[in-house]
């Protein structure tokens, strides 16, 4: 009985399918001629993104509607050629089209299974589906999605089509084709993968948002697990290897951005520049743009930025949790707990998280995933007064508050809160102006405003070492001695209101050499300096180092860093005394390419000692590094020895009521500028200095890029010469009188002790000192072995 049952199964089947192939054959002659024609895969344009990479070769970005990398047939691995066709057409290499077994078998599955369970689509079919159907689901689409496959058939090869289908399908994630998925999932190239992850791609083409493994593993795995069985029967894989990808635990991707390397300002800013070039092109032609940056130095100063910025925190109030759950109305799932935490993104590494239960010494919270945490010791650091009973309604943490937390390199976990503040960070060449690093904020996602290229900021004391300079052409050396006494500005020389200016510490400590003065960081000496050389010297001559002179008005208070800077224009004038004069632009693009990889345009940067042009005399340069190495030495910049290095120079530089905090230095290989503030400025509180708030982003930078870099001394140039001097007077003495060395231009070397002249800049003679400055004791660095006596 059974038997004759499936003989009129059977019966039905066949005539079912002479009448639709009566029905296909008279659609043929009604539709075929109106099939579009094939030229979109013959002649194969897709839409690539911009990319944008480092120097050494790691995606920073990239810009357009479809994620997609193309890859030839011949460059696809094995493993995963299987993978897709056990996944989706089994008989790809045997069928002209329409697999006509294939839609027997599914029609068989289907009826036995009481509705559609199973498809019958080739590849081909998917490929005329995508590239020129809608997914609408009428006979008409289907008979034309047929006939188109078998007119694809007979226009392209296997191989052909195979590849065409793997550039195009879409897999979720803006991802567009199996090179472009093995980034997105995993991280890594095609030819890098396992068969265990050949085969979690392979399942994606059926249901990419149904099977994506970042919107539910689960059921990614479980289609994943089919696709291996399928390849194990299909003996694509041996038992051996179908045993191992079945065990084989994947890794995803940490990061669901489109990029291997955290620079999300470096990525906007090219962005920018070629959208200025080519315009709405740049988003669909497959350009390439390989940038100055380094991933070494960029990781560098992603992390010194994100640890000053919570380092800064720290040393000040915790403002309170950003919200309330109130747990006895969940469900207790951890669902539910998720549901709750999903408007809040992750900025910075901070990680939205729910409080379970407090208590003075341990706090345990929940984070997305169900990931509980237990949070003690100094990860409470910020909190201590947030879990007190004296704590205030809005600061305190409790059961249900929602809190930050952050996890540190040693994988402890503490509570932090988000930043106001902002900061910014930017790292060059000194030699070729090449941007090796740069941080334009906290979070580019947070805040999008880039601070290193858009910041007009006030620079404070970091501008003084250009009035020096100008100081030292006009005749002014470091050995010059300086009143550092009290004085009042008329509104005249202002430019507003009279002007009492004070010294950071409110202490006036009379006559002192230039260089002490600079050393540490004298107002009053520089407004001095400024009013000898005249405002309109000054500001003539900084133009010289890439500022303009409207920025900075010529008023006294330009003695101070009054005027206006950014961190861009900072790090391209410092590279000036970094490499002994010479004018380089700082850049980012090093060159363009085209999708085939064709350079169409490539940065000719001007380099110092060759073509870059010569603004600063050497001998200049030269004493002012000298000068600047003591502050990184001995100066307000101290802490900077921790380095162990004597090729360091910079300068601090903090604001009126400590607005903004800066440092920039250098040595020969790599100059860098650190800032920080809020974007609305207000202070940033007592004691938040250049060097106390922007000094150590700047020591942690230089720490890790110039690692295993031998210092490299700077040598003196022609027509700098030594002299000894009276460290209280700043006149030369004879060698064998008690003194110190000092460096001077040639032509401008001081009168000799017994002359009778002076060498006070404003004429008054300055009070004894019966002892050579503190900054001369204790240990000689090479830098200036030969200036002590």
Do not use: C
């Not at 029967?233 to 990061?255: I, N, P, R, V, W």
């Not at 976990?413 to 988000?418: A, F, G, L, N, Y």
């Amino acid at each position: 009985m059974l038997n004759k049952w499936w003989q009129y199964l059977l019966l039905i089947v066949v005539v079912a399918g002479l009448a639709v192939a009566s029905l296909v054959g008279l659609a043929a002659v009604l539709i075929y001629p109106d099939l579009p024609s094939l030229e979109s895969l013959t002649d194969y344009r897709p839409k690539v993104p911009l990319r944008v990479y480092s120097e050494d070769g790691f995606l920073l970005g990239e810009f357009g509607e479809e994620r997609r990398a193309v890859v030839k047939i011949e460059d696809v691995p094995l493993h995963m050629k299987q993978a897709i066709l056990a996944a989706e057409d089994e008989r790809f290499y045997q069928h002209g089209g329409v697999d006509t077994l294939g839609v027997l078998r599914a029609a068989l599955a289907n009826l036995t299974a009481g509705g559609a369970k199973e498809g019958a689509s080739t590849i081909t079919m998917q490929v005329a589906r995508n590239f020129f159907l809608s997914s609408e689901k009428t006979l008409k689409r289907k008979i034309s999605e047929a006939l188109l496959a078998i007119k694809i058939e007979h226009s392209l090869s296997k191989d052909r089509i195979l590849e065409l289908y793997i550039n195009q399908i879409y897999l979720g994630q803006r991802a567009y084709g199996f090179a472009a998925a093995s980034q997105v999932y995993f991280g890594k190239p095609l030819d890098k993968l396992t068969p265990a992850e050949f085969a979690m791609l392979a399942g994606l083409p059926k249901a990419p948002s149904r099977y994506n493994p970042f919107a539910n593993l689960k059921r990614a795995e479980a289609r994943q697990k089919y696709v291996l069985n399928r390849m194990h029967e299909l003996k694509f894989l041996t038992d051996k290897e179908y045993q191992a990808s079945l065990k084989q635990e994947l890794k995803f991707k940490a990061s669901r951005q489109s990029r291997d390397l955290a620079a999300d300002y470096v990525a906007e800013m090219v962005r920018q520049e070629m959208y200025s070039r080519y315009q709405d092109a740049i988003y669909s032609s497959g350009m390439k743009v390989v940038t100055t940056i380094l991933k070494k130095n960029q990781l560098a100063a992603n992390d010194a930025v994100l640890q000053g910025i919570l380092a800064y925190e720290r040393r000040h109030a915790y403002r309170g949790p950003e919200g309330q759950v109130h747990l006895d109305k969940l469900d207790g799932s951890d669902g539910a707990m998720d549901d709750a935490l999903d408007n809040l993104e992750v900025y910075g590494g901070l990680v939205p998280a729910i409080v379970l239960n407090t208590s003075p010494k341990a706090v345990k919270v929940y984070r997305q995933g169900g990931h509980m945490e237990e949070i003690t010791g100094d990860g409470l650091q910020m909190v201590t007064k947030a879990l007190g009973d004296k704590a205030t309604d809005k600061q305190k943490i409790k059961r249900g508050s929602i809190v930050r937390i952050y996890q540190a390199n040693d994988g402890k976990w503490s509570i932090v809160q988000m930043p106001q503040v902002e900061a910014a960070f930017v790292g060059a060449d000194p030699q070729t102006g090449a941007i090796r690093a740069l941080v334009g904020g906290f979070d580019f996602n947070k805040n999008k405003f880039n601070h290193v290229t858009q910041a007009w900021r006030q620079p404070g004391s970091s501008f003084k070492p250009f009035i020096y300079s100008a100081a030292l052409e006009k005749g002014i050396t470091p050995a010059t001695v300086i009143n550092d006494a009290p004085i009042v500005i008329g509104s005249a020389e202002t430019g507003s209101s009279a002007w009492s200016p004070q010294n950071f510490d409110g202490k006036f400590e009379g006559p002192m050499r230039m260089r002490t003065a600079l050393t540490k960081s004298k107002n009053m000496v520089s407004i001095r300096i400024l009013q000898n050389i005249g405002v309109s010297y000054a500001q003539d001559y900084i133009q010289r180092f890439g500022f303009a002179a409207k920025d900075h008005p010529p008023y006294l208070t330009m003695a101070l860093g009054a005027g206006s800077v950014t961190p861009w224009q900072m790090v391209g004038a410092y590279s000036i005394f970094a490499n002994g004069g010479y004018r380089v632009q700082p850049y980012l693009i090093s060159k363009i390419m085209d999708a085939n990889g064709r350079v169409i345009e490539q940065a000719k940067p001007a380099k110092a000692g060759g073509a870059a042009e010569r603004v600063v005399d050497p001998r200049n340069t030269f004493i002012m590094t000298s000068i600047l190495a003591d502050v990184a030495r001995i100066g307000t910049a101290a802490k900077a020895r921790e380095l162990g290095r004597y090729d360091l120079a910079g300068k601090t530089g903090t604001t009126n009521n400590m607005v903004d905090a800066w440092f920039a230095g250098y040595n020969p290989a790599q100059v860098a500028v650190a800032w920080i503030g809020f974007d609305q400025p207000r202070t940033l509180g007592g004691q938040e200095t250049g060097g106390h708030a922007a000094l150590p982003m700047w020591i942690s930078y230089m720490g890790k890029v110039l690692q295993g870099v031998p210092d490299e001394p700077y040598a003196v140039p022609p027509g700098v010469v030594q002299a000894k001097i009276n460290p209280v007077t700043g006149l030369r003495v004879d060698e064998d009188h008690g003194g110190l060395y000092e460096y001077f231009f040639q032509e401008f070397l001081p009168p000799m002790e017994n002359s009778g002249e002076s060498n006070i800049l404003d004429g008054e003679e300055p009070a004894p000192v019966p002892q050579p400055p503190a900054e001369h004791s204790g240990g000689t660095p090479p830098f200036v072995q030969d200036q002590l006596f």
